[in-house]
């Protein structure tokens, strides 16, 4: 029997950092990971849209988005979590 994986499955990492709203073009929540790097977030974002809460997101880096907000790369969130 085979398992096929879809690309979200194959691809999804855990990524962790605080997160920030942006007021920029009309609004968006970002993730500011530990290692610096800045995502904006997308997908299911609700539970840790509280801005400065430290979280754990499971998720996709989508290289193939474009956004008006254009600060950074765009992370799909499947789940997420606040963390102390």
């Known amino acids: 029997m085979h398992v ?23 609004g968006h929540w970002q993730l500011i990971a530990d290692d610096g790097t800045t995502y904006v ?10 801005d400065g809460a430290k979280v754990e997101i499971d998720g996709v880096v989508d290289r193939n988005v474009m956004s008006f907000a ?9 789940s997420g979590k606040a963390i102390s």
């Open 41 to 50: 977030l997308e997908g299911t974002t609700k539970g840790i849209e509280i």
């Open 4 to 26: 096929r994986l879809s690309r979200y499955t194959w691809d999804m990492a855990k990524f962790r950092g605080k997160v920030h709203r942006s007021d920029l073009e009309g």
């Open 70 to 78: 254009m600060t950074g790369p765009t992370l799909t969130v499947k």
